[in-house]
T-cell receptor
C-alpha cells in the first residue's frame, strides 16, 4: 500500500513569510509525528498526534510553529514569520496504534530553505 | 533528560565484513528502541523495533540487542554489502510519545 507522503518535497521561502507543510499518513494509522532534521543530525521531535489531538507538543521550538490534524488523517505543520534558522528537513511519520509503542513509518520529508 | 549517543560517527569496511554499530542512552527507563536506516536525501526506513521487555530482535542479516540496565543497544550486520551503505540511526522512546534520536553512524561498505 501507499506509504507516508509529504508535500511539497522542497520549499524555498523568504525570511518572515508563512509556510505550510503537509503530511499524508498511511491510511488507518492513528499516530502521527512531526520531526525536524538538520544536516548531520538525527531527527528532532516536534509534535505527536493521537487521532485529531496533539498529545505531546513539547518539541515545538516556539509559538511560531503550529500543527493541526483536523480529521485525524492529514496533518499540516504551519510556520509563521520564518527565520533562517528554520531551514531543515521536516519529516513526518505515522504508526498504526495510539500510545506510540509500535513501528514508525517515515515520509521522504520536506526540505525547507529560508533565504 | 534523555541523551542518545552513537559510536562510531562514521565507518568504512570492505564488503563481506561483519560489523557492530553502537548506541547508548542515558536514561534506562525506556519504552522501546528502534533502529532506522537513512539513505542520502531520503526519509527513514525502520529496521528493527525492540520493546523494553525484549533482549534482541533479528531480521535477515541484522540483529539488534538491548541492555536497558547498561543503557546500550548494538546493531550487528552480518556479511556487509555495498547496498548496506547508509546512515544508521537509533531512537529511544520513554513512556510518553517523544522519540529521541542519536546523530547516526554513516556506514560505507567498499566493493
Amino acid at each position: 500500500g501507499a506509504g507516508v507522503s509529504q508535500t511539497p518535497s522542497n520549499k524555498v521561502t523568504e525570511k518572515g513569510k508563512y509556510v505550510e507543510l503537509r503530511c499524508d499518513p498511511i491510511s488507518g494509522h492513528t499516530a502521527l509525528y512531526w520531526y525536524r532534521q538538520s544536516l548531520g543530525q538525527g531527527p528532532e521531535f516536534l509534535i505527536y498526534f493521537q487521532g485529531t489531538g496533539a498529545a505531546d507538543d513539547s518539541g515545538l521550538p516556539n509559538d511560531r510553529f503550529f500543527a493541526v490534524r483536523p480529521e485525524g488523517s492529514v496533518s499540516t505543520l504551519k510556520i509563521q514569520r520564518t527565520e533562517r534558522g528554520d531551514s531543515a528537513v521536516y519529516l513526518c511519520a505515522s504508526s498504526l496504534m495510539a500510545g506510540g509503542g509500535d513501528t514508525q513509518y517515515f515520509g521522504p520529508g520536506t526540505r525547507l530553505t529560508v533565504l | 533528560k534523555q541523551e542518545v549517543t552513537q559510536i562510531p560517527a562514521a565507518l568504512s569496511v570492505p564488503e563481506g565484513e561483519n560489523l557492530v554499530l553502537n548506541c547508548s542512552f542515558t536514561d534506562s527507563a525506556i519504552y522501546n528502541l528502534q533502529w532506522f536506516r537513512q539513505d542520502p536525501g531520503k526519509g527513514l526506513t525502520s529496521l528493527l523495533l525492540i520493546q523494553s521487555s525484549q533482549r534482541e530482535q533479528t531480521s535477515g542479516r541484522l540483529n539488534a540487542s538491548l541492555d536497558k540496565s547498561s543503557g546500550r543497544s548494538t546493531l550487528y550486520i552480518a556479511a556487509s554489502q555495498p547496498g548496506d551503505s547508509a546512515t544508521y540511526l537509533c531512537a529511544v522512546k520513554r513512556g510518553g510519545f517523544k522519540t529521541i534520536f542519536g546523530a547516526g553512524t554513516r556506514l560505507f561498505v567498499k566493493a
